[in-house]
């Protein structure tokens, strides 16, 4: 395209803008991808077993990716700044054994456990993001270091013993419905809270997009005048408070919390899976709340099929494996 | 804030003044106490050789280098800047010279990061504001430029241009100008200068730096010269002596560059290249390299020349035509198959592709041909290696302290030298230089001339691929002209001028009365 | 015998009159037959610290330890890991205890750590989860497997009817204890109730989360399942929790063994009827017992001994069984904490 | 640069005459007084020469996968699978010893191969797919674990022959332990590969600058494989080692290798963006790190104190060693102003 003049420039009428669906359509086609061999899949499988299909059935899958979407999306935020976190785990963990503990033997209310999470979460996730943003620790040690530490401080805390019950309140947080003639699961409507939060966050705020800035060219963000540091640490603290209230979210679905917990599924592992297959570039600089949560279900999905159609459950780490080897090379494919 | 150069307002304000400005990096002082000031209406040129701290100037001015020592005043204000972001908010703006790219942004938002538009009460970004904006500022400029394209697909002249309109948008009136020209051809240099020119008229005040005599001339209201961290020189137009400026930067008298008389090219072709095509950047490329020859590839940048450079190195792949070394079809084969046949490739971005910058000049010496460091018990020989790096630093008369410095600590021309030793050492039969002298001062230029012709006097075959028409028109026996990845022109012996060179790839453009 | 005290085990008096009954003549010994002059070290080496089922061993070893004059120590790996025991093992014959015991996470990877223990004097007992036969001096079973077996099916059959479609929900493929009691109860179920039908083993790999997961994927995916049989403790609870939120509560009925902490609130529902196990806390005391005697050498591999108030037992071949399965139900589950 | 023209042209920096840099001085220093404190105050922790020796046998299966991991590391990749191609290549031996009743030594050998095969499959999917290191084996990882449970059934095999274990738990002379003399050997080879071979000097070039390396003809993606292939191979030695040592192999039996083995590996002073470190530097963080462990476990620490004073001594080393850099704000500046005269300001 030939470029005008300067002198001519100033004469044109400036132009219609360009349509901005296509460029919009492109960037969302891992979403669109997702929600469509999700629902292939729900299909497919369905067509063979009815039970698949059901209300019921459906209800629980998506139960079942709540606690892992709520530690992606703190993942996918910090992925975006080009870090990673591997902390999550034992911040799931601590939470979950903290607030459980006391819930168990001396009845803490919800809203303590809310406010005890949300402290966890802020205390340790703003430890990571000053370890990597001032102490200049490359993410993936500095998260090393500290999983080891908050592991340790699950055994300080708990000295050996689990929970094994919690309180109504907290079943009902897990497990009730938001009303009886609204049957949505209430984890599934914190998740749907939570994810329009980071929605908003990361796509319509100064600081979601500085997030995104940092990861793209750190130097460059930073002569723009975004404060990196305060971002860097905002993104580590949001992936803890989100890791810590994952804790919470599981001790209230399982009503349990063990000194393994989160650190024994390998969830940190798990929720870098789901943030890559939701189109989080490992790199950084891109990165979305609904495509992690749409990633998330559809791990989900395809693990719940996997029982449905007989796979022996050895394989479903495999499988696992395939589909973040899939969604990866695919979602560049589609970007080229 | 003001968005729009229609917005600007009249030209009332913006002289800034740095005085005394002092600063060192650890023992090594960089600017001895200089000062330098910068008027409305007026283009401010600084220059001086690499290492003179032109940059560093720039750097302390727009807040990303904090002085050791000395004051700057905007507007007889005096300023303090501890950031880049707050010399933007004093309407201070660098434009580097290769803009930092945000990738997986829109345009419009790599243009609006750190100040983008909120609007409401939850202060949402104001995406529709915000593209608009953009937009306008693009237009203003005269620029077409999708503001919805990711970044990464802009070219290096696009990125400076948008960095101009944002320059603009966030109300700057003082734009410096990081040697702005260098990675850009002539049409685009023209481009930036009108630019420039607009600019001036409406009042802002600009500082660029610049190697490029011409342009410099060309564009120049003051000029100030730099050498050795010191102030040498000030002029204001009409003033200006090209030879004066030549001799002030370099501090002595300075050779004028006349043609070769002589020439070492023999009508032994060592190098065929025939059809040679690479979709979608160059095709039906064809020509011969002789034994002693200097041929030069001259075009705009982005006219195919490196992509051909690169397809017959073996980086890219062939998809049509082919190459022949020395009698024998090197077409398709792998880069390291390339090379032992005798054939070398110098990139033009040293510190991504040409060298590896923390590692010692004797390991990068010996980097084009590992396999050529004598062996004991399997092992690298490190004596041997240190031998072949002491003859590289010793022939290409490399300033260094040793040959296990680590080229990060030369200066341009030095690493430039370095990478002529690790492929000169080799006695390749053609040697593709790209950009050979980009980032290098004037004085280390010539002596790298020097080399190349020592070179081609040795027998090797020389491409030279150059956006400096000087340097061709020195340099070469011969010279293609691409255009738009085909070859438009050749040009020889005394048919070289730069007034042909220019026209024969410029005509093309339809810009032929610039050059 | 054991036919008698399972049915025994319905009314409450009985399950607690059981025990003692069972331990053979009850209070025939004192600790004060055994001889506690020297003070010994001994540690009590757990699959992995921080799991309430072997903080249960702990605490009736703690109070056995006090009585017997044991220097006790209660340490292990922060994962479940052999790498870990072994770690741990490792230290404690550098520190010289005089007696280890432990349940393994597998039985083959501890084996060359506690014979290396042997070779240096230290006596090595290990109970809940076996190790090689020749790399420890005693194991304390917790139940003899055929009898467990058997109590798993009960746990269930009496429940679903003897026709149904049972689920197993076990820990990981390559538990040992886990397997044996598969064996058993699959044989005993072959026998008894031949119209049964295993349709499914899903592993929780003894995580809370999975368990669950793979309790509802049961559920759902196998929606003729009248009854799960697991037995680990995680996939207990997780099987229970699954049927409690798909609402089948009365309709899958689900058996298995955990610790009653971990159970209470299911057994109370009625989703558990119920579910068999043994005393922790007790075979904590007998591990020690066993310690303190294995040092004094004053136990044979073959033969009676007598464990203070736990009354005596028989090793037989270095296996000592401890105890007939301990039946919980929704009756006497309040009486055990642990 | 200034200096005269060509006055000097070669100068043997004492960098290359010593083989040890500053921070591998400082680690071997800190090894050498942690080694003698423990002796000193830890009873049980040198029960006489042999036993003292035979401690590093807990440890040095980490050594093991530590150099394959370094090499890729050096790359500027990561091998997040070596824990399962450790476990998986142990259960490929077993299960041809026991299935198909090869010689133990040759079932070893060909678990070792798989090794190497299955890092052939990690390198090729990173290469030719133009996946990123992380996300690549983190994938083969989950497949890999898949795998060995698949294979090692409901009953893995145990009880290797004798003269198998010593190659865990044996020592030459009852002094020497074979585990020690195997990590010499093979500490002494990578020292060699990394900084002495053609091939370690493409991997550092990659490391530093893949590009640059493309552009000088070095086959990258033929070096980036084979540095995987390096560590799929090694972890596998390792998983082979474990299974002597245990006389059993487990399909989770890898699975602790993974973390302390990055962890190792970043103390040992290798920079985790590729290029810069050396094997030597890597010895002694195995070592100081399982003689710390070891010696901690020894004095009566949980493992859990064990397991957060490494993730502490991490985080520190990293910590200092960016101070002493130069890089960082906070802190960092703050203990550098202590340690620089700052400079006059007007």
Redesign the interface.
């Known amino acids: 395209?030939?470029?005008?003049?300067?002198?001519?420039?100033?004469a044109?009428p400036?132009?219609p803008?360009?349509a901005?669906g296509s460029?919009w359509l492109r960037r969302d086609l891992r979403e669109i991808a997702l929600v469509g061999v999700t629902i292939a899949t729900v299909l497919v499988v369905g067509a063979f077993?009815r039970?698949?299909m059901?209300l019921?059935?459906l209800r629980?899958m998506m139960?079942?990716c709540v606690?892992l979407s709520l530690l992606s999306l703190g993942q996918t935020v910090v992925i975006a700044t080009r870090g990673?976190d591997l902390s999550v785990a034992p911040v799931l963990g601590l939470s979950a054994m903290v607030t459980g503990l006391m819930a168990q033997t001396g009845g803490l209310p919800l809203y303590g456990a809310f406010a005890i999470a949300l402290a966890i979460g802020l205390v340790l996730g703003t430890l990571n993001g000053?370890?990597v943003?001032?102490?200049?620790?490359?993410p993936?040690?500095?998260t090393?270091?500290?999983?080891?530490?908050y592991?340790?401080l699950?055994?300080?805390y708990?000295d050996?013993?689990?929970v094994?019950?919690v309180p109504h309140a907290y079943a009902t947080l897990g497990?009730g419905v938001v009303a009886s003639v609204l049957p949505v699961p209430i984890p599934v409507l914190v998740l749907g809270i939570v994810l329009l939060l980071m929605w908003?966050i990361i796509?319509?705020?100064?600081f979601g997009?500085?997030v995104?800035?940092i990861?793209?060219?750190q130097?460059?963000?930073?002569?723009?005048?975004?404060p990196v540091?305060i971002t860097q640490v905002g993104a580590y603290t949001i992936s803890g408070v989100l890791a810590a209230l994952a804790g919470l979210m599981?001790l209230s679905?399982?009503?349990?919390?063990?000194?393994?917990?989160g650190?024994?599924?390998h969830m940190e592992?798990q929720s870098?899976?789901v943030a890559?297959i939701g189109g989080t570039?490992?790199?950084g600089?891109?990165g979305n709340a609904l495509g992690t949560v749409l990633g998330s279900l559809f791990l989900s999905v395809i693990?719940?099929a996997l029982?449905?159609v007989?796979v022996?459950?050895?394989?479903?780490?495999?499988?696992?494996?395939?589909m973040?080897?899939l969604a990866?090379?695919a979602g560049?494919g589609a970007r080229a | 804030m003001p968005g729009t150069v229609a917005q600007a307002g009249s030209a009332s304000s913006g002289t800034y003044r740095a005085s005394d400005i002092v600063k060192s990096y650890g023992s090594v002082p960089v600017l001895k106490g200089l000062s330098v000031s910068l008027h409305p209406g007026r283009i401010h040129t600084t220059m001086g050789e690499n290492g003179a701290g032109k940059s560093t100037l720039f750097k302390v001015m727009a807040g990303l280098v904090q002085p050791n020592g000395g004051t700057l005043h905007l507007d007889d204000a005096p300023l303090l800047l501890s950031s880049p972001h707050e010399a933007h908010l004093h309407g201070i703006y660098l434009v580097p010279q290769e803009p930092a790219l945000m990738p997986e942004l829109t345009v419009a938002e790599t243009m609006f990061v750190g100040q983008l538009p909120t609007t409401g009460r939850w202060r949402r970004i104001d995406w529709s504001a915000m593209r608009a904006r953009a937009q306008e500022a693009l237009h203003a400029l005269g620029l077409d430029i999708d503001v919805d394209a990711q970044s990464r697909r802009l070219s290096i002249a696009q990125q400076q241009q948008v960095e101009c309109a944002k320059a603009l948008l966030r109300g700057c009136r003082v734009i410096l100008f990081d040697e702005p020209t260098s990675p850009l051809t002539t049409h685009e240099v023209d481009r930036l200068f009108s630019t420039m020119r607009r600019l001036r008229g409406e009042g802002y005040t600009l500082a660029f730096i610049s190697h490029r005599m011409d342009e410099v001339l060309d564009i120049s209201d003051d000029i100030s010269v730099l050498r050795d961290g010191a102030l040498v020189d000030s002029v204001e137009r009409p003033e200006f002596d090209r030879t004066r400026l030549l001799s002030q930067m370099v501090g002595r008298e300075m050779r004028t560059i006349p043609r070769r008389s002589w020439s070492s090219a023999t009508t032994e072709a060592v190098l065929t290249v025939d059809g040679l095509a690479h979709a979608p950047s160059f095709a039906e490329v064809g020509f011969t390299l002789h034994r002693g020859e200097i041929l030069g590839l001259a075009g705009l940048v982005g006219a195919g020349r490196t992509e051909i450079a690169e397809t017959i190195f073996g980086l890219r792949r062939c998809d049509a035509g082919s190459v022949v070394l020395d009698g024998a079809p090197i077409t398709g084969l792998p880069t390291h198959e390339i090379i032992r046949k005798g054939l070398v490739y110098a990139p033009e971005d040293r510190a991504r592709h040409g060298a590896v910058l923390p590692m010692t000049i004797a390991q990068n010496v010996s980097a084009g041909l590992i396999e050529r460091v004598r062996r004991r018990w399997g092992l690298m020989d490190r004596d041997d290696e240190d031998r072949i790096g002491a003859e590289a630093v010793s022939q290409y008369r490399v300033r260094c302290a040793g040959t296990d410095q680590t080229l990060r600590e030369l200066s341009g021309g030095n690493q430039q030298k370095v990478v002529f030793g690790k492929w000169m050492g080799l006695s390749p039969a053609v040697a593709i230089l790209d950009e050979p002298t980009r980032g290098v001062d004037v004085g280390a230029k010539d002596e790298i001339y020097e080399l190349i012709e020592a070179r081609a006097r040795a027998g090797t075959a020389i491409l030279v691929i150059s956006s400096e028409m000087e340097e061709l028109v020195r340099l070469c026996d011969r010279i293609l002209s691409i255009y738009e990845g085909r070859i438009v022109a050749e040009l020889h012996g005394d048919g070289i001028t730069p007034e042909r060179l220019g026209r024969s790839y410029l005509s093309h453009a339809g810009l032929g009365a610039a050059a | 015998m054991t036919q008698t005290i399972i049915r025994g085990a319905r009314s409450l008096r009985a399950a607690v009159a059981a025990l003692p009954l069972l331990l053979g003549t009850a209070l025939a010994g004192h600790a004060a037959d055994i001889d506690t002059s020297k003070p010994i070290k001994v540690a009590m080496v757990p699959k992995l610290v921080g799991l309430s089922v072997f903080k249960a061993n702990e605490q009736g070893a703690q109070t056995a330890a006090k009585a017997l004059n044991i220097d006790f120590l209660y340490t292990g790996p922060v994962t479940a890991s052999a790498q870990g025991q072994v770690d741990v093992f490792n230290s404690l014959i550098a520190r010289r205890f005089n007696v280890i015991t432990t349940t393994s996470n597998n039985p083959t990877q501890l084996a060359p750590a506690l014979r290396r223990a042997r070779k240096q004097g230290i006596k090595v007992v290990s109970y809940d989860s076996d190790v090689s036969p020749d790399a420890r001096d005693f194991f304390i079973q917790n139940t003899d497997y055929a009898a467990f077996g058997k109590a798993l099916v009960e746990s269930v059959a009496k429940y679903t009817g003897p026709d149904a479609k049972i689920a197993i929900l076990s820990s990981t493929p390559d538990a040992t204890i886990q397997n044996e009691w598969i064996k058993a109860l699959t044989a005993y179920m072959k026998a008894t109730y031949p119209k049964m039908q295993i349709v499914t083993t899903q592993y929780g790999q003894s995580s809370p989360s999975q368990s669950l997961t793979a309790g509802l994927n049961i559920l759902q995916a196998n929606p003729d399942v009248t009854g799960i049989i697991a037995p680990d403790g995680a996939a207990e609870v997780g099987a229970a929790a699954a049927v409690q939120k798909l609402g089948r509560t009365g309709k899958v009925a689900v058996g298995g063994c955990s610790d009653p902490d971990s159970i209470r609130q299911y057994v109370k529902s009625g989703i558990i009827k119920e579910s068999p196990l043994w005393d922790e806390v007790k075979e904590g005391e007998l591990v020690m017992y066993v310690a303190r005697l294995a040092a004094n050498n004053a136990i044979q591999r073959n033969g009676t001994f007598t464990a203070g108030d736990l009354g005596s037992f028989t090793a037989k071949d270095g296996v000592i069984v401890f105890s007939t399965p301990l039946i919980f139900n929704a009756g006497n589950i309040d009486q055990y904490k642990f | 640069m200034s200096g005269g023209r060509n006055d000097v042209t070669a100068r043997r920096g004492a960098s290359r005459r010593l083989p040890l840099g500053n921070w591998e001085r400082a680690l071997l220093v800190l090894l050498v007084l942690l080694t003698l404190g423990l002796v000193a105050a830890v009873p049980g922790f040198y029960p006489g020469f042999g036993d003292f020796l035979a401690l590093s046998e807990n440890f040095l299966p980490f050594g093991l996968v530590a150099l394959g991991l370094t090499t890729v590391i050096l790359t500027g990749g990561i091998d997040l699978s070596v824990g399962t191609t450790a476990s998986l290549a142990a259960i490929v031996m077993a299960e041809l010893w026991t299935g198909l009743h090869l010689s133990i030594w040759i079932a070893a050998l060909l678990g070792v191969a798989s090794g190497a095969l299955l890092g052939l499959v990690n390198g090729l999917i990173i290469t030719r797919l133009r996946t990123e290191p992380l996300i690549a084996t983190l994938a083969t990882s989950f497949i890999y674990g898949s795998i060995a449970t698949a294979l090692a059934g409901d009953n893995p095999p145990s009880g290797f022959p004798d003269s198998f274990n010593r190659l865990g738990t044996g020592a030459i002379g009852g002094i020497l332990p074979y585990q020690i003399v195997l990590f010499g050997v093979l500490a002494a080879f990578f020292s060699a590969l990394i900084s002495r071979s053609a091939f370690g000097r493409k991997v550092v070039m990659i490391g530093y600058n893949t590009e640059a390396a493309r552009y000088a003809g070095i086959r990258v993606d033929r070096i980036v494989t084979l540095s995987y292939v390096i560590s799929g191979t090694t972890a596998a030695l390792a998983g082979i080692v474990l299974a002597a040592y245990y006389s059993a192999v487990r399909p989770d039996m890898g699975s602790i290798l993974l973390l302390s083995t990055i962890t190792t590996v970043v103390l040992g002073g290798v920079s985790i963006f590729g290029g810069d470190g050396s094997i030597a530097g890597v010895v002694i963080a195995v070592l100081l790190l399982g003689m710390l462990r070891q010696g901690m476990l020894i004095a009566g620490f949980s493992d859990m104190v064990t397991t957060m004073v490494t993730g502490a001594i991490l985080l520190g080393a990293i910590a200092l060693k960016n101070l002493f850099a130069g890089r960082g704000t906070g802190l960092a500046t703050l203990l550098r102003r202590l340690r620089i005269r700052p400079a006059a300001t007007t």
Not at chain 1, 1 to 10: C, D, K, N, T, V
Not at chain 1, 144 to 149: E, F, K, V
Not at chain 1, 203 to 206: A, I, K, M, P
């Open positions: 395209m030939s470029a005008p003049a300067l002198q001519a420039a100033a044109l400036v132009r803008r360009p901005r460029a077993h039970d698949f059901s019921q059935n629980f139960l079942g606690v990673i000053l370890l943003a001032r102490l200049a620790i490359p993936i040690i500095t090393l270091g500290t999983y080891s530490l592991s340790g699950i055994f300080l708990s050996g013993t689990q094994d019950s497990n908003f796509g319509h705020t100064r997009r500085a995104l800035a990861g793209n060219n130097a460059a963000a930073y002569n723009a005048g975004i540091t599981f679905y399982t009503g349990s919390a063990t000194v393994t917990t650190t024994g599924d592992l870098i899976a890559l570039a490992i790199a600089g891109r693990l719940t029982v449905f007989h022996p459950p050895i394989w479903y780490s495999a499988g696992e494996g395939v973040i080897l990866v090379t560049r």
